[in-house]
Each structure stands twice: as C-alpha cells, then as structure tokens.
C-alpha cells in the first residue's frame, strides 16, 4: 500500500472537505429568505413579476449552487500540501469580502444603490483575487445600474438613490 493511499484511509470522510461549510451557509441564507418571503403580506399582486419573484428566483439559485457545490467538494476533496496549511482557509480573502460587505451595508443608505453594489462587486472580486481594479469598478457600476434598471422597469420599485436623489 502507498503512502498516499494509507493517509487518505486514516484522514476519513471529512479531511480535505472543510469546504462544505460553504454550502451549508448558502441554505441556511435560503432558508432565511424562504422564512421572510412566507412572512409577506401582498395586496392582490398576481403578477408574474412580483414583490415575491425575485425573492424565490435568489432562493432556487442558492439551492442549487449550494447542491453543485456540495457534489463537486465531495467528489473532489482537497489534499493537505506539503506545508501543512490548509487549503481552504485564506483568512486575508474572507477578511476582504467580510470587510466589503459591512462597507455595503454601511454605504446603502447615504451613497446609494448603484455606488454602494458597485463596490461590493469590486471588493467581493478582490477577495477572491482579481487584481484589475479600474474594470472591476466600472463592471459593478454597469451591474448595479442594470439591476437597478430591471427593478424600476419590472417591479416599479427604486432601490435606495442615495447621491443619486440628489438629482
């Protein structure tokens, strides 16, 4: 027997799929989400688009990218390098994208939709290790001025217009 088949024997199931973790919180998102769309109250919309649609669209997406992502770490776990550092943890790319959003959170109200997602966008992006700045920006602004878009033309709701409102 080789060595690398004797380790993978004694590490078990859960070495190598730290991971889930990940899959995990995205239900725990959808269910927290399923829970608020259950608990709202809409007046004779029967819409094909509305208050609820795009609520239960994120729901499915979540599911399913959280059903993808839990047989891809299965099927494929990580092997420990070497070194002896996990591969799963990068605690500078979780700080950034934890830092990007309280700065969305904090920025939603006073900057605006637009400028506070485009900034999530960029920040989220960095995180996970994008290094070209100026197009991330200006992809978040087209994104975020897009779903803004979708919501005033489909929903007849504006999201927060921040400096925008200013206008």
């Given at each position: 027997?080789?060595?690398?088949?004797?380790?993978?024997?004694?590490?078990?199931?859960?070495?190598?799929?730290?991971?889930?973790?990940?899959?995990?919180?995205?239900v725990g998102i959808a269910v927290f989400l399923g829970i608020g769309v259950a608990q709202m109250e809409v007046a004779g919309s029967e819409e094909l688009f509305g208050p609820k649609a795009f609520p239960l669209i994120t729901i499915a997406?979540?599911?399913v990218v959280a059903v993808l992502l839990t047989i891809s770490i299965i099927r494929n776990p990580e092997e420990p390098r070497p070194d002896?550092?996990?591969?799963?943890?990068?605690?500078?790319?979780?700080?950034?994208?934890?830092?990007?959003?309280?700065?969305?959170?904090?920025?939603l109200e006073t900057a605006g939709w637009i400028i506070a997602a485009a900034l999530l966008f960029a920040g989220?992006?960095?995180?996970?290790?994008?290094?070209?700045?100026?197009?991330?920006?200006?992809?978040?602004?087209?994104?975020?001025?897009?779903?803004?878009?979708?919501?005033?033309?489909?929903?007849?709701?504006?999201?927060?217009?921040?400096v925008f409102g200013l206008f």
């Open positions: 027997m080789s060595d690398t088949t004797e380790t993978t024997a004694h590490r078990g199931f859960w070495a190598g799929r730290a991971a889930l973790l990940m899959p995990a919180v995205l997406l979540l599911l002896g550092e996990n591969p799963s943890s990068n605690w500078r790319s979780v700080g950034i994208v934890v830092g990007t959003l309280v700065l969305f959170i904090a920025l989220v992006a960095v995180g996970l290790g994008s290094r070209r700045y100026g197009l991330l920006i200006c992809v978040g602004f087209i994104i975020s001025s897009l779903v803004q878009l979708v919501f005033v033309g489909l929903l007849g709701l504006s999201l927060p217009p921040g």
